[in-house]
Nanobody, 123 residues
Framework: QVQLVESGGGLVQPGGSLRVSCAAS????????MGWFRQAPGKEREFVAA????????DYADSVKGRFTISRDNAKNTLYLQMNSLKPEDTAVYYC????????????????WGQGTQVTVSS
């Protein structure tokens, strides 16, 4: 019912910034809470950030708090993750996901997933 496509990944130097996007189609975008997850090689997929239907509630993993900002533009059916002060340990495939329930932060609580976009932080 919901299709998600990430974009905007790439190579960036440590300390740099990057914004990744997630375009949604299908069911009404504003009906879903949204989240970002990431997975580095050899590691489990982990929670990064989440946002409720209208952007009133934001949740962040401790590892990215103060550096990353999640936002959404419901008129454009698009989710964003602004990443600042990037570190090599931020290198991962970043996935967007949709949930029927606001406040979700666990993988099992999300219903739809994108294919991911690669973010590499290296000098």
């Amino acid at each position: 019912q919901v299709q998600l496509v990430e974009s905007g990944g790439g190579l960036v130097q440590p300390g740099g910034s990057l914004r990744v996007s997630c375009a949604a189609s299908g069911r009404t975008f504003s009906s879903y809470a949204m989240g970002w997850f990431r997975q580095a090689p050899g590691k489990e997929r982990e929670f990064v950030a989440a946002i409720d239907w209208i952007g009133a509630r934001l949740d962040y993993a401790d590892s990215v708090k103060g550096r990353f900002t999640i936002s959404r533009d419901n008129a454009k059916n698009t989710l964003y993750l602004q990443m600042n002060s990037l570190k090599p340990e931020d290198t991962a495939v970043y996935y967007c996901a949709a949930s029927r329930r606001t406040g979700a932060t666990q993988i099992t609580q999300f219903d739809y997933w994108g294919q991911g976009t690669q973010v590499t932080v290296s000098s």
